[in-house]
């Protein structure tokens, strides 16, 4: 009996894209990785701009400007991924060490 009424209950999975976005973006990107797997409506959530812009650092424009090789992305949980890499060469001699997101000067 319970277990009908349980299968009668609306699930996350109903919601749109948006509001499943919306709930992913807060959590970490750990954990948006590992809602992939929970249905193809969180996949798809789980995989689109709105969430990954949030994991990105504010200045990611300037820093991605900065970046001395062209930085090229087709979406941005790949740009995510490559400001992940432990350090990113700018201009003028600088790194972002991406742990800390301190700039770093090579040549004093």
Known sequence: ML???MNKLPTLSVLPEGCL???LSLTSPRDVCSAVGITKAFKSAADSDPVWERFLPPD????IARAAALVVFGSKKQLYRHLSEPYILLDR???VNQSTLQYVTLFP
């Open 21 to 23: 976005s919306e709930i």
């Open 3 to 5: 277990s009908r009424e």
């Open 93 to 95: 001699g600088y790194l």
């Open 60 to 63: 990611y424009r300037e820093v």
